[in-house]
């Protein structure tokens, strides 16, 4: 029995031809179709050079399982999310690698209504099946259909904004020759039937799995030159940039300046918050005071909730929650069947930009000056445990407040910190925010102390 080393916590992902090949890719969608049984489920797949063939293969398992397969085409992750909910079926796979390097592909999982399957929702029972090959015979194979769930999709998503309210605006719209550019070319097409007056700057927009301007992921400070310096030339409001399966989205300011994540969470809170009074928000609990101070200010309630995709969906799904952020830019929505969408987000900075008739960066450099922020420090540690432990010690004598909901917070009423183990990488993360109402402090003596203490 071989040993699959492409199941993670949440997708799967791999090294191609070694760790996921075509092979693989079928006893995927077989074992998918035999434990879970659905009449038919949704598939599609990034730009990537080698995800043409692994959905194929997937499909074809997933046939030979008894499945009938609703063929999307090239989508991101959400189009096959909202399939999953919106369409008569009982599941969906996107094939993506998201931002990981070109040598690698991977697929995430959904069963009906778009709930995802991860590690200790049924990956590991898919993982032992594809493993073992103990596939059973059916009696009759499914059938494949393609499917063009375009323009449902951006219908959907016109439900997130009143066109009447959207004051005029450019928006620098930057693809990274991934995904997104078909669902940015449909919108595009939408605000002008609708007479909505946004003028679109596309850059790196064409689709193109060699990915000539490098993998997209705007996380990495190096992939953001281009976005900030098309904000800069075309006197842009705000601009937008994608990873490859463009679920998540990372927003510009006017400045072409790089906003981080946290305060983005704030920025969308606010929208939900201006529409309904009393809604619940989700939030990871790295980074929080600008979250709650905003919630506060607009009349919400927040719930915190494990960082992972699979925390944050179970705490919305138990509350009733509108939204939910982590500040990875990882974005959950209630009317997106709790999933995350990297193209709601900005499509809510609009409405907010609308209707408070202010500038992005006006709007975030209160909160930034407010609630300042490290970003997140990544430390490699030989023992995450003990490095933890060393700054429980340290700081004992300061008595501060302790939470424990993901890693450990350190709560000093004039600031605070997280630290975690990553889920995935030998890693130590670490957040630290003060409140510059009650704190004289700049940001980097804390980062400068905590690093010594972790590194000593």
Not at 50 to 79: C, F, Y
Not at 180 to 191: L, R, S
Request: hydrophobic share 40%; glycine share 8%; with cysteine.
């Amino acid at each position: 029995m071989n040993k699959l080393t492409c199941f993670k916590a949440y997708d799967i992902r791999g090294k191609l031809g070694t760790e996921l090949n075509q092979d693989i890719a079928y006893k995927v969608g077989r074992a998918y179709g035999q434990i879970y049984q659905p009449q038919k489920v949704v598939i599609g797949c990034d730009i990537r050079l080698s995800s043409e063939g692994l959905k194929q293969a997937t499909i074809r398992g997933l046939n030979d399982a008894g499945v009938d397969v609703l063929d999307l085409g090239m989508t991101g992750t959400e189009e096959v999310y909202f399939g999953a909910f919106h369409l008569d079926v009982q599941g969906g796979i996107e094939i993506t690698a998201s931002h990981n390097p070109m040598d690698y592909n991977g697929m995430k999982l959904v069963r009906e209504n778009a709930r995802p399957i991860s590690a200790d929702t049924g990956l590991k029972e898919i993982q032992a099946l594809a493993e073992s090959e103990q596939f059973e015979d059916v009696s009759k194979k499914g059938q494949t259909s393609s499917y063009n769930i375009l323009a449902e999709f951006v219908d959907h998503l016109m439900g997130y904004i009143d066109p009447a309210k959207i004051r005029p605006m450019k928006l620098v719209m930057n693809a990274g020759n991934g995904a997104a550019g078909h669902v940015i070319d449909a919108i595009e097409a939408k605000f002008k039937q609708l007479n909505i007056p946004v003028e679109f700057v596309k850059i790196h927009h064409e689709a193109d799995g060699s990915f000539p301007n490098g993998i997209p992921n705007p996380i990495l400070i190096e992939n953001r030159e281009s976005t900030r310096q098309a904000v800069i030339q075309h006197q842009a409001d705000m601009g937008i940039a994608w990873d490859g399966d463009f679920d998540r989205c990372f927003l510009f300011d006017q400045k072409g300046q790089f906003i981080e994540g946290y305060y983005i969470v704030g920025l969308l809170a606010q929208a939900f918050l201006l529409k309904q009074k009393g809604e619940k928000i989700v939030h990871d609990p790295r980074l929080v005071w600008n979250t709650l101070d905003i919630v506060a200010q607009f009349g919400g309630e927040t719930v915190q909730s494990k960082s992972g995709h699979a925390f944050i969906k179970d705490v919305m799904r138990e509350h009733n929650a509108a939204y939910g952020g982590e500040m990875s830019a990882h974005h959950y929505f209630r009317d997106f069947a709790y999933c995350d969408s990297g193209m709601i987000p900005w499509l809510l900075a609009m409405v907010v930009l609308s209707e408070t008739k202010q500038t992005l960066s006006s709007l975030v450099e209160g909160m930034i000056t407010k609630f300042p922020c490290s970003g997140e420090i990544n430390f490699k540690v030989t023992d995450t445990k003990a490095t933890i432990q060393k700054l429980f010690d340290h700081y004992a004598d300061q008595h501060p407040k302790i939470d424990e909901t993901d890693g450990v917070s350190l709560d000093f009423g004039t600031w605070r910190f997280n630290v975690r183990a990553s889920n995935t990488e030998p890693l130590l993360r670490l957040n630290i925010e003060s409140r510059l109402d009650h704190n004289p402090k700049p940001m980097q003596d804390y980062v400068d102390e905590l690093t010594a203490l972790i590194q000593a």
